[in-house]
């Protein structure tokens, strides 16, 4: 059992910058793979990016791919996000998520535990 906790999410002007950090419980962190989706207003959840138990490899929606990085540390049970060059379009609720493989996946289904949330708003 892994039970997820988001934090970090706010308001911010694009352009700007937001760092969303995941803090999880459980023994076994470091063989779970982590993930962060995101969901709009009136949209169905979306892959974000992904990462394997390791940190080694990573995987992004092209929709943030070189704004976005996903870290993690095993030691503190934590996964980020760091969320750099901000668009309007970025607003969602982020949610992380735990996979139980050990690659990075990027469907909701391969998930087997997930945070509350948290919210991210971009002004224009």
């Known amino acids: 059992q892994v039970q997820l906790v988001e934090s970090g999410g706010g308001l911010v002007q694009a352009g700007g910058s937001l760092r969303l950090s995941c803090a999880a419980s459980g023994r076994t962190f470091s063989s779970y793979a982590m993930g962060w989706f995101r969901q709009a207003p009136g949209k169905e959840r979306e892959f974000v990016a992904a990462?394997?138990?390791?940190?080694?490899?990573?995987y992004y929606a092209d929709s943030v791919k070189g704004r976005f990085t996903i870290s993690r540390d095993n030691a503190k049970n934590t996964v980020d996000l760091q969320m750099n060059s901000l668009k309007p379009e970025d607003t969602a609720v982020y949610y992380c998520a735990a996979s139980t493989t050990v690659v990075p996946r990027i469907m909701e289904y391969d998930y087997d535990y997930w945070g509350q949330g948290t919210q991210v708003t971009v002004s224009s």
């Open positions: 990462i394997s138990w390791s940190g080694k490899n990573t």
